[in-house]
């Protein structure tokens, strides 16, 4: 089925798993894991794939038709494919996935294949994989027919069929409703998160470090401020804090790393904390960490955010091998936790040095991406929003019921899907108004007033084909939120930073 195939193509773009005997797997990786690391080293081990899947006849034929891909020349993209191409002057280009970015490969053309062809070598594990499509028939709407081969270390699954649609906004969709672009601003490199306070937005750059915007006039945001690190870090989240009359951003990466941004233009690291993270909260004078592989939540004490002071790695037990912290949510001393092919685990930390596990959901067989939760509360009663990364009928939102004494805690209480390509990315709620980036989607507005029916409220679409990348994790990626000013900021992969104007149907009051 089409549907099935999109889920299994996109993830299969993010997460790698090796076949073992009996048909299971015996090793998967993290999406966040899986960035290929650039290697300019002459003596890699030879690629154990090199000759392999690179002409038609060693794919599976059922789907073909004779002379299908003669002359073939669109200028689509395919995101459950991670694929993009295009024709200027007649020739053909290919682009595959290069994780939030694109990379342009060499593509075989025949009358009867297209064959895209990717092996890359992973610095991190040590290992090749290999990705090859074989698009051997095209219907008039661009929807592609063939099959698809992914190999890992030195084992490669068995081909399997794709049809996929190219992806395009949703049918009937204006730019916007009840959210306008007041104003935008591109970066030198890809935002990743964005949190703000006052009339400044701060900008986790990834290796471009930190971006200070004043947004003193959100119709022309501007630059005012930047840090980059004397050596090379990483920079995947962002967030903010007071003390002692002076701000500080608290930047996830490895390690991490307290920037003093008191004074906009002139950004300066004050501090260090002794982890590797992917995805930083902080709750009081707490700072909780996860780094997106280890079943471990760190937890530092910056009531002086100048000297941190950790008070635990805790690590929980019991979950699965692969699993890994991802993304978490932190309030009144309880840490919500996204973990990769498990579920929510919620620890009580309100005992810094004393971590306890104070809830967790059965183990989730399907294997979703559990990505990001947020906490909020809807008619006097916690409710767990939580965003699942990776496209597929199980991608969206999902609610659970966050009351520790109800009888269903921590089980569903409704869900939210928008489409099957695309995945949503990041969360927050205010009330019953959930707000998400939903990469190619741009920002959706959610009202929760009744948990077991979600209704959407508004949307802006920052993506447009116009723009559109091979990249399967593209757009609209970060968000923050100004209530009182009805804003939406937004950190965009392709457009930068953008201010958005809601009305009160998104900003209720």
Known sequence: ????????????????????????????VPADAAVDAAVDAPDLPPDPFEGMFDEGSEFPRARCRAGAMAGFARTNVWVPLGLRTDAP????????????????????????????????????SGRWSMRAIDVCD??????????IVQCYGETCWDPYELEVAPTHRIAGESEGQHLTLLGELAL???????????????LAMGGAGLRVVSVAN??????????????????????????????????????????????????????TMATDAHTVFLDGTMAYSVDGMRAELDIFDIADPRAPIQRA???????????????????????YLSTFGYGLVVVDARAPSAPVVAGMTAEDPSRRYWHSPWVTQVAGKPVIVHGDE????????????????????????????????ISTHNVMAHGATVYLSHYQDGIRVLDITNPATPTQLGYFNTWSEDIATAAAFSGAIGLDLDVARR???????????????????????
């Open 390 to 421: 990776f496209a597929g009928p199980e991608s969206g939102v999902r609610l659970l019921d966050g009351d520790p004494a109800s009888p269903t805690y921590l089980g569903t209480l409704g869900d939210w899907h928008l489409r099957d390509d």
């Open 188 to 202: 030198d490199g890809r935002p990743l998160n964005v949190r703000a306070a006052g009339d400044h937005a701060y």
């Open 313 to 335: 790695a805790f690590e929980v037990p019991g979950l699965p091998s692969f699993s890994g912290f991802h993304d978490l949510y932190a309030a009144g001393g309880f840490v």
């Open 487 to 509: 804003r939406i900021y937004v950190a965009d992969l392709l457009r930068g930073f953008l201010v958005l104007q809601g009305t009160e149907t998104v900003f209720p009051p």
């Open 138 to 147: 095209v219907l008039a709407d661009g929807t592609l027919r063939g099959s």
């Open 89 to 124: 002057g007649g020739t053909l280009r290919t682009f595959v996935d290069g994780f939030l970015g694109e990379e342009q490969v060499p593509h075989t053309l025949t009358a009867d294949d297209l064959i895209v062809r990717r092996s890359s070598f992973n610095a991190q």
């Open 1 to 28: 089925m089409v549907r099935a195939a999109a889920v299994v193509l996109l993830a299969a773009a993010a997460v790698v798993a090796t076949p073992a005997c009996g048909g299971g797997t015996d090793e998967v």
């Open 218 to 271: 959100p119709a022309a945001p501007v630059v005012v401020g930047s840090y980059v690190p004397a050596v090379d870090n990483y920079f995947n989240d962002v967030k903010l804090v007071e003390a002692a009359g002076r701000r500080y951003a608290v930047l996830a990466g490895s390690p991490v790393e307290v920037i003093d941004v008191t004074t906009p233009a002139s950004p300066s690291l004050v501090a």
